[in-house]
């Protein structure tokens, strides 16, 4: 039976799903000079932050589907921005890189999203904006655990 002091549109779920389409729309459209989703953003950002990582690595780390990262790597790999390798210890490991194309698509791309998030948080003062993101992380680390750093499952030995 439904609250009756609240109604389905005022769930934090609804609000949250109604704030993270509006928001994913507005940071779709502002990527679109660049040919990548945020997704494909997100993963080549990473790369270019941790270093080559295998599609594995990127789907564990970040809990996305590993088709999803499968489809994202092959966009950024006809865009030029990632080329696979081979693990140097691990012959069966396929790692994926940031190319200097690539390193300049992320640039753009965090400059975009800093314009985009300015948009969107316009509304927000500094400290809004911080107490919004704090509150968030804490729903996903309820939900989903701590967030734990991005290790390679094959580490290159130097």
């Not at 389409?21 to 270019?48: F, I, M, P, W, Y």
């Not at 990127?58 to 809990?63: D, N, Q």
């Not at 696979?84 to 300049?104: F, I, M, N, W």
């Not at 999203?113 to 316009?122: D, E, L, P, Q």
């Amino acid at each position: 039976m439904e609250d009756a002091a609240r109604s389905w549109d005022d769930e934090f779920t609804h609000v949250l799903w109604r704030a993270q389409n509006a928001v994913h729309r507005s940071v779709q459209e502002s990527l679109k000079h660049l040919g990548v989703t945020a997704t494909q953003l997100g993963l080549a950002v990473h790369l270019d932050q941790i270093g080559p990582l295998s599609a594995a690595d990127l789907s564990r780390g970040f809990h996305i589907a590993p088709q999803s990262v499968g489809t994202a790597l092959n966009r950024l790999e006809k865009l030029g921005w990632v080329r696979r390798r081979t693990h140097p210890v691990h012959g069966r490991v396929v790692l994926y890189e940031l190319t200097e194309a690539g390193q300049e698509g992320t640039t753009r791309g965090r400059e975009t999203m800093r314009r985009t998030n300015a948009s969107v948080t316009g509304e927000l003062s500094d400290e809004e904006i911080a107490s919004l993101i704090a509150l968030l992380r804490r729903i996903t680390e309820t939900v989903d655990g701590p967030d734990a750093p991005v290790i390679p499952a094959w580490p290159v030995r130097s």
